[in-house]
C-alpha cells in the first residue's frame, strides 16, 4: 500500500487567513482526493485532484474556497481560503487506483479561532 | 441522502466479547470498505468486499454483504481494548473511483 504523508499535521489559525495543505504520496498513483471531517462526523469528498487539469468538485465545493493543485503523480495541495470557525475540520487526502481501496494520509487537524 | 448508515452508533463492549456491527446503503454498489479511524486520526483501510462476495475474513474480522438488502456487517471477535475506534463503512458505486461514507460507529473495549 501507498505511504502518504501530510503537512502539516495540525494548525491554529485566525479567521480571513488560509492555509495549505501538502500530501505526498511515496509512489505514483492515478487517483487522489481530498476529503473533509468535520467534528464528530463523517468524511464528506471535497474533490477530486485531477493530474495536468483542474480538481473535480463535490456538490458543496467551491475552487475559490478549496482550491487544489496536483503538479505531478505523487503529489497535491489543497488550501482552504478565507477561512471561518466553520471551516475547522480534519482534511484528509488519500489515494487510489481503480474502484478499489483508497489508502489515507494522517490527516491535518485544523482549527480556525 | 446517499450516505451509508451504519449502527448502532456508539458500542461498547467487554474486552473478549465480539462486536458486531451494520451498515446500510442505498444504492447499487461495486464494493463496499470497512475502515477505523482512532481519536481523529487518518483512516487504517480494514477490508473490501465485492458486490459479488457474500462474506469475507481477515484476522479477527469477518464482513458479510448482502446486496438484496443493501447491508453489510463488521463482526471483530475476541476484541481486544486496541480494537477501541471509529469505524466506518464506505461503499464504491462503480461509476468511478469515489466513496460515499456512513455516519460511523464508535466501538469502546473495556478493559
Known amino acids: 500500500s501507498a505511504v502518504i504523508s501530510q503537512k502539516p499535521s495540525r494548525d491554529i489559525c485566525q479567521r480571513g487567513t488560509s492555509l495549505t495543505i501538502q500530501c505526498q504520496v511515496d509512489s505514483q498513483v492515478t487517483m487522489m482526493f481530498w476529503y473533509r471531517q468535520q467534528p464528530g462526523q463523517s468524511l464528506t469528498l471535497i474533490a477530486t485532484?485531477?493530474?495536468?487539469?483542474?480538481?473535480?468538485?463535490e456538490s458543496g465545493f467551491v475552487i475559490d474556497k478549496f482550491p487544489i493543485s496536483r503538479p505531478n503523480l505523487t503529489f497535491s495541495t489543497l488550501t482552504v481560503s478565507n477561512m471561518s470557525p466553520e471551516d475547522s475540520s480534519i482534511y484528509l487526502c488519500?489515494?487510489?487506483?481503480?474502484?478499489?481501496?483508497?489508502?489515507f494520509g494522517p490527516g491535518t487537524r485544523l482549527t480556525v479561532l | 441522502s446517499q450516505q451509508g448508515e451504519e449502527d448502532p452508533q456508539a458500542l461498547s463492549i467487554q474486552e473478549g466479547e465480539n462486536a458486531t456491527m451494520n451498515c446500510s446503503y442505498k444504492?447499487?454498489?461495486?464494493?463496499l470498505q470497512w475502515y477505523r479511524q482512532n481519536s481523529g486520526r487518518g483512516l487504517v483501510h480494514l477490508i473490501l468486499?465485492?458486490?459479488?462476495?457474500r462474506e469475507k475474513h481477515s484476522g479477527r474480522l469477518r464482513v458479510t454483504l448482502d446486496t438484496s438488502k443493501k447491508s453489510s456487517s463488521l463482526l471483530i471477535t475476541a476484541s481486544r481494548a486496541a480494537d477501541t475506534a471509529s469505524y466506518f463503512c464506505a461503499y464504491n458505486t462503480g461509476a468511478n473511483s469515489k466513496l460515499t461514507f456512513g455516519k460511523g460507529i464508535t466501538l469502546s473495549v473495556r478493559p
Open positions: 468486499i465485492r458486490s459479488n462476495e
Open positions: 488519500s489515494v487510489g487506483e481503480g474502484r478499489d481501496t483508497q489508502y
Open positions: 485532484a485531477n493530474q495536468g487539469s483542474e480538481a473535480t468538485y
Open positions: 444504492t447499487s454498489i461495486n464494493n
